[in-house]
């Protein structure tokens, strides 16, 4: 059983069900249906939201424990959700498929983040959104969750340069929020927050 599986293996819902709030601050930009690649989803949470708001939404994630329970919620809500098992490390999606793809504390190892963001980037049709929250790497100054190691922690310059001459950045942001994301994410965070857009 691999980290997430074992982090997903008990009962209740690790980040909740509800979902991220920038991400609901930022779903305005899709029109329904839209079709909508949520790498990293985990349990479910925001994938399912999504899939409540009328898009497409293909789940991807590592762990076949959260996928199982993403379905589950799915099922709960009376949504269709598409789930991938596979690494992101390797991963790619199919060029132009998706209308969005939405990163919520989707944190990858340095060696592969970049290449990995490039393969995702290219997964968007022309004038497609990618957004995305990680924590920042002064989240190591908080206890609200995240990677204890800084090369999995996001700054809005690394983001910049990962999706060069593929997105456009309309939203560039770090600061300090409070998390309230089931017992996984909670209390005060500093957090890096961006928004791009598939270029033409």
Request: aromatic share 8%; net charge negative; charged share 20%.
């Amino acid at each position: 059983m691999n980290f997430w599986d074992q982090r997903y293996s008990g009962p209740d819902y690790k980040y909740g069900t509800s979902p991220n709030t920038f991400l609901r601050e930022q779903a305005d930009r899709l029109t329904p249906p839209a079709d909508v690649l949520v790498p990293g989803d985990g349990e479910g949470r925001n994938g399912v939201w999504l899939a409540r708001q009328g898009h497409r939404v293909t789940a991807v994630d590592y762990s076949e424990v959260g996928l199982k329970k993403a379905r589950e919620l799915a099922a709960s809500h009376g949504v269709a959700l598409t789930t991938i098992l596979a690494d992101l490390g390797e991963w790619s999606p199919p060029p132009a498929a998706f209308d969005a793809v939405v990163l919520i504390y989707t944190h990858l190892p340095g060696a592969i983040r970049c290449a990995a963001h490039r393969r995702l980037a290219l997964g968007l049709r022309p004038g497609g959104w990618l957004v995305l929250e990680a924590f920042h790497p002064a989240q190591l100054a908080h206890t609200s969750g995240g990677p204890k190691d800084p090369d999995m922690l996001y700054t809005p310059e690394m983001l910049a340069g990962d999706f060069a001459g593929l997105l456009a950045p309309v939203l560039s942001w770090e600061g300090d929020t409070a998390l309230s994301e089931g017992p996984g994410h909670q209390g005060p965070a500093h957090v890096t927050r961006w928004v791009g857009q598939r270029l033409r």
